[in-house]
């Protein structure tokens, strides 16, 4: 059966070895309380609250799916007390602003829980993971009275938030919408429209549920430059914050999907239902993206959660599944067949799957760190260099995440051989779970628009130079590139790098990579001033290629950390650095390759995916 | 929602430009009353057949599934009407022996059907499948008496065969199994054990189920060497072939599945069921291998046809859905947005799925044609080369068409959006059922094993040279390298060649990929000498090499059809030509680009793989 362990080794290792965070923590006055053992204290009781609580919902939420009876939505049985109990806890405000009752934790620790929750439970997840998103908008636009009526309570988990975009005829284009604000007189508005795919639109775990919904004012302009952004709640919530009458908010059904079936799916009808207008009008697009950097890095989380409780699920089948001999002769004769993991085609999959989850967990914790720099140091330089690395990297974070974690969960159903298909050894769930973290949230191609068009051609590669100054100054040495010097406790000189081949090998290979992206955007901006399919023919291979060389450079920093732990007899012990330091090669010799092919296909041009006559499709 | 079409112009143009079937099968005695225009009849036929019948049952098929009541298992609505309209219209023995009422027609026409069935209704394609490959197995090795008895029930689809290899505890490693055969002194045996996975092994299509059944003597060797194999019906069958008792076979229930719902996948309990002998004993793994070759092209075509339908149904979706502008200014600017087929991505979507499916199809009908001049050729030599090409050709069909497929379905998903996740739309439907074909008919990673192992290093390198041989011939223009000269009609000789400088790419192409190929073997072969694990550990990644190899064949293959088309004013028709040709191009550009990676990965050798301890995974 499916099998999870919060991997706390790793997460503290990343968090303290590799990147530091005690020391990142105290230099910004925000999160300067927060020491390497409260973080741990956290993310300890974290892992144990959804380890018992959550995953063992997971597989029976996924049976069982919601369902719409009577225009209300039955979430699956247990999801009601496992929602009471996080709110008990405190889990719905990690992140939140604590003028509001939110905890104020930063980023790079909050993401390690949201792998947590993904991990145990994708379906559930979801219900957090749009309250955090709007919690954050609200924070970021709201009025204070808005806030002070609305914040506490979803920080409290006592109400959950949604974000209501989608329309049955426009999903990526937002412009097309035809929900419509008319004002009411009173400084309120009335929205009337219908919003498709709106996750947690309606659900039994809340007594109210607040929608952030895109609408039209009666004199907006056109397109995407006229959406503006409303709080609609489903009851109207009076003065002194209690609940009073229903509001127009009605749920039309609810979709069948693939997967997360544990997420209530809704459609949803709004009918000259009460609104405040949060931020300014016509904004609501520039509002709505202040956040999508937040929420786009946790639906990548999503990916990687995933893909770890299928590594962890296919590893316990695989020590208790026998069948064949080793290649070099049995290593178990006394039974009648060697475990599977013997194979060397088995070890390659089970590899390439730590490999992937271990990379990708330091990348979102190397994003979130970013994000945090962004929100909260006090020097506006760091801010701003950080800000920077996050507007890039965001959606690889969102799309690398979860194309690697999709892949990661399909390769590790194919240990199982034919019961990865049964659906009561679970390995086939998380392949429908993860499936969806492309696609929603802006699919990975919109992602890869995004980075190409946006992040890379519009400004002429001001982002991608940040990144690389940063990547550079990592590599030789300098403080880890950090402009706050928090690298310190990294402290490997280059001398020291110099003279250790395997290190050397890890170095020389994020130095190659650097190169190519380099040289590959150079080629990318060249030709987009001539040819305007230019970004989009190679957007997708360039997202990809851009998220190997983060990766490379990660599992540089992996690499010298375990180097450095081995050497110094570091804390998370011999067995792990060795593991980790296999990994990471088994990323340079078996994944990294592609990074080759990836520069001559982007070198392909546009003029292939152009040519064929669109009928002819 | 979904689409299909049988995809008779490409079929077409395979059978009739590329391959020169009708030459083909005159040259053979068996084939050589088949002409292009009856094979042409009958694929229209099966098209309308598949669209109208089994294609509107494909979406209600997963919905419903099958259900296990009673001991009895309840197939679909509408899979028994379906069932008795294929069998009446004598679409169950189109490849039997026509000894015993089989049609005896060639694989590479039958591979067509074969397509068409999967595309249209992967779960109910599996009970002809199976039902296939028992036939072949029994005309292989059943005496007479069993063969007039049960062949000509099994070619009507009066009756349906399965085969009964897995049980619990073994699914990979048949050597293990524990299902007994005693002989019962009348020259029948008792069978007794239980198999899990069993295609079709109980249903209400039929009125008998005729079970082959891998079980082991009482004086049997251990291990893999001491399997027979065995016949046993579900009711018995009197001399006369009416249908006596019930046998001791018994259903104990259904899998629920990830996918192909509509296939009844069951546990089956022999309890002293009645037994034939088929072949001699201990043999029976040997005699199974027999069918194999035949059952893993068709596994592969699943993946192939779920590949086109997955493709067809994202083009349908495409053509209608608006979202945003084409990257140059608007193409439909009296629109609120353009098709999303002006976007780049998309078109690189939907090329990928296109190259994938049109070179997968050719790639398939050429292994096709070599099962059957390894069949059926009078020319004893040219039945070698054939056999040889055969048994390293299958292992690929099998996994590459398989992996391709499933990455297909995966993309075509992609091109939806959010629509592509829900189960109205039925995309994720063609994900869910592509993903078994991966695992079943021997994993793909045990086919990747069975190259590396038994194709290549066991014999030094034979088999690959005999592919070598024909297509470096194939492309220095010598009558294809065809041993019987079938290719004169394609015709281009090198000059011809050389002078167009498309198809000088394409050329140049499959001379680097093959010498890649080649250099790659050597290399493998000579690793294998002195580490007992560097098979296992490039397995997979070999071939992967060795489909990339075969396509780019495959690719110049049918680019010099297209370009002889073009000049020749060929039946296919211009626009269909230089659709072939462009996606071609993007074959070579976008997809080709990955052998280099492979070839990267393969010489990194097992030292990485077999490095973690197994306690550290």
Redesign the interface.
């Known amino acids: 059966m499916a099998d999870y362990r919060a991997p706390l080794v790793d997460m503290r290792f990343i968090r303290d070895e590799v990147l530091n965070a005690e020391q990142e923590w105290q230099a910004m006055p925000a999160t300067a309380e927060l020491s390497a053992e409260l973080a741990d204290a956290v993310l300890e009781e974290a892992g144990r609250l959804v380890e018992a609580e959550l995953f063992p919902l997971n597989q029976s939420g996924d049976a069982q799916g919601c369902r719409f009876e009577g225009g209300e939505v039955r979430t699956p049985t247990g999801f009601r007390a496992a929602s009471l109990e996080l709110a008990q806890g405190g889990w719905c405000g990690l992140g939140g602003n604590p003028d509001y009752g939110g905890q104020g934790l930063p980023k790079l620790l909050t993401q390690a829980f949201d792998e947590m929750l993904y991990a145990s439970n994708a379906g559930f997840a979801l219900y957090l993971t749009l309250n955090n998103g709007a919690g954050l908008l609200l924070d970021a636009y709201a009025d204070d009275a808005t806030k002070a009526r609305y914040l506490p309570r979803l920080y409290a988990g006592e109400w959950l938030g949604t974000m209501c975009l989608?329309e049955p005829h426009?999903?990526?284009?937002l412009g097309?919408i035809k929900t419509r604000a008319v004002p009411d007189g009173n400084g309120q508005y009335a929205i009337t429209g219908s919003k498709?795919?709106i996750t947690g639109g309606e659900h039994d775990l809340t007594d109210n549920i607040v929608h952030l919904v895109l609408a039209k004012l009666p004199d907006a302009p056109a397109g995407a430059k006229g959406i503006s952004l409303f709080l609609v709640p489903k009851r109207q919530v009076r003065e002194d914050g209690s609940l009073a009458d229903a509001n127009g908010v009605v749920c039309g059904g609810l979709?069948?999907?693939?997967?997360i079936k544990g997420s209530a799916t809704c459609v949803m009808h709004f009918e000259e239902a009460q609104g405040v207008l949060i931020g300014e009008p016509h904004q609501g697009l520039a509002t709505m993206f202040t956040m999508m950097n937040y929420e786009r890095l946790s639906i990548g989380i999503q990916g990687l959660g995933l893909g770890e409780v299928a590594y962890q699920s296919a590893?316990a089948f695989?020590?208790e599944r026998?069948?064949?001999r080793a290649?070099?002769?049995a290593t178990e004769p006394e039974q009648?067949?060697d475990?599977i993991?013997?194979?060397?085609?088995?070890?390659?999959?089970?590899?390439n799957a730590?490999a992937w989850n271990e990379g990708g967990r330091l990348f979102a914790a190397f994003v979130a760190r970013e994000l945090d720099r962004a929100k909260y140091h006090p020097d506006a330089e760091v801010r701003a260099v950080a800000a920077d690395l996050v507007a890039l990297l965001t959606p690889v974070a969102k799309a690398f995440l979860t194309d690697r974690g999709?892949a990661t969960t399909?390769e590790a159903?194919?240990i199982y051989?034919?019961s990865?298909?049964?659906?009561?050894w679970g390995a086939?769930q998380f392949?429908?779970d993860a499936?969806?973290a492309?696609?929603?949230e802006g699919?990975?191609?919109i992602q890869?628009?995004d980075l190409v068009g946006r992040k890379l051609v519009r400004n002429q590669g001001a982002y991608l130079r940040r990144f690389a100054e940063q990547m550079r100054a990592d590599l030789d040495g300098d403080a880890e590139g950090d402009c706050n010097g928090s690298g310190k406790g990294n402290g490997s000189d280059k001398g020291e790098v110099d003279n250790d081949p395997e290190l050397i090998q890890f170095r020389q290979a994020a130095v190659d990579e650097l190169a190519r992206l380099e040289r590959v955007s150079e080629a990318l901006i060249e030709a987009a001033k001539e040819d305007?399919?230019a970004?989009?023919?190679g957007?997708?291979d360039y997202l990809q290629l851009l998220g190997y060389t983060a990766y490379t450079w990660m599992w540089w920093k992996a690499a010298r950390a375990a180097r450095q732990g081995l050497t110094a007899n570091g804390k998370s012990g011999e067995?792990f650095y060795?593991?980790k330091l296999?990994?990471g090669?088994?990323f340079l010799?078996?994944q990294l390759?592609?990074s080759?092919?990836?520069e001559?296909?982007i070198a392909?041009g546009?003029e292939?995916?152009?040519?064929?006559?669109?009928n002819?499709?």
């Open positions: 989608t426009c999903g990526t284009d097309l498709i795919w979709e069948h999907k693939m997967g590893m695989a020590r026998r069948q064949s290649p070099g002769g009648a067949a475990p993991l013997v194979h060397p085609d088995v070890r390659r999959m089970a590899l730590r999709f399909v159903q194919q051989g034919g990865g298909y049964c659906v009561e086939e392949v429908r499936r969806i492309m696609i929603y699919t990975n191609g890869a628009m305007a399919a970004a989009g023919a957007a997708h067995a060795r593991a296999i990994t090669w088994h010799q078996r390759p592609q080759e092919a990836l001559r296909q392909a546009s292939g995916v152009m040519a064929l006559d669109q002819l499709f």
